[in-house]
């Protein structure tokens, strides 16, 4: 649960592809970002989370799998409402 409410609280901000600000998720989708390169058992992690966290919402998922670079950007634009992914800088 604690895992649960660092990623949505963290996460959400805004993605999709027309550049418009995704609509509320309580219109019946949440738009969550998703690194388009990552594969093994972390983005599947990341994704399941976003599985259950729309679940829970009673709402349906949007997946938009972006370059990571552009994932921050997305995210201050509102073109989506979270993304599942690592947005920490490594040293």
Do not use: Y
Not at 35 to 51: C, D
Not at 54 to 60: E, I, R, V
């Amino acid at each position: 649960m604690q895992i649960l409410c660092t990623f949505f609280s963290l996460s959400l901000i805004g993605c999709n592809p027309t550049n418009h600000p995704a609509a509320a998720w309580s219109a019946g989708k949440l738009v969550v970002i998703v690194p388009e390169t990552v594969q093994g058992a972390e983005a599947e992690f990341e994704r399941e989370l976003a599985h259950l966290l729309t679940d829970a919402l009673h709402t349906q998922l949007e997946l938009m799998p972006l370059p990571p670079e552009k994932i921050q950007a997305s995210l201050q634009a509102h073109l989506a409402h979270l993304a599942a992914a690592s947005l920490r800088n490594e040293l």
